[in-house]
């Protein structure tokens, strides 16, 4: 997502109830929490530059 709002890229996640996003100071990871009560995780995903 830019800083404008426009997304630049999806990614399918086996998350129920995504709700949170937090990006490393570096913007090299990617934490994602969930609302799912009794599911809860904390998927860290590694971000990358996609080059089309």
């Known amino acids: 997502m830019t800083v404008d709002g426009d997304v630049v890229g999806t990614y399918l996640m086996d998350l129920m109830l995504p709700h949170s996003l ?3 100071k570096d913007e090299i990871k990617l934490a994602v929490s969930n609302s799912a009560s009794g ?13 089309s």
């Not at 599911?39 to 080059?51: E, F, Q, R, V």
């Open 22 to 24: 937090c990006v490393s």
């Open 39 to 51: 599911a809860g995780t904390l998927p860290l995903y590694k971000i990358s530059l996609a080059i």
